[in-house]
Nanobody, 121 residues
Framework: VQLEESGGGLVQAGGSLRLSCAAS????????MGWFRQAPGKEHEFVAAIAWTGGTPNYADSVRGRSTISRDNAKNTVYLQMNSLKPEDTAVYYC???????????????WGQGTQVTVSS
């Protein structure tokens, strides 16, 4: 499975961004698609996850109510819509795929290269 993120960039606080992650290859192996992020000097952090076949998404407390994860199975693409962005959302955002339902990074087998999101105050 190959994952390619896009949509990062520089935005002012209070603004919005939509990240995209296109999956290719053996996508039949995917059960869950997740987004994670890592800010400078901080640990890898779970952001959101969605099952490829549907169900209720899961969000980190830090983004719940401000972000929406969605998928387009026909395009093998998952999205992360982020609104009301804060400077503390600044990080490299990674898309990941897992063969099980999980919000733990260790359970994800495939990772994208990451896309930078910078929120200015």
């Amino acid at each position: 499975v190959q994952l390619e993120e896009s949509g990062g960039g520089l935005v002012q606080a209070g603004g919005s961004l939509r990240l995209s992650c296109a999956a290719s290859g053996s996508t039949f192996e995917i059960y869950t698609m997740g987004w994670f992020r890592q800010a400078p000097g901080k640990e890898h952090e779970f952001v959101a996850a969605i099952a490829w076949t549907g169900g209720t998404p899961n969000y980190a407390d830090s983004v719940r109510g401000r972000s929406t994860i969605s998928r387009d199975n026909a395009k093998n693409t998952v999205y992360l819509q982020m609104n009301s962005l804060k400077p503390e959302d600044t990080a490299v955002y990674y898309c990941a795929a897992s063969g099980t339902w999980s919000v733990a990074g260790r359970d994800y087998d495939y990772w994208g290269q990451g896309t930078q999101v910078t929120v200015s105050s």
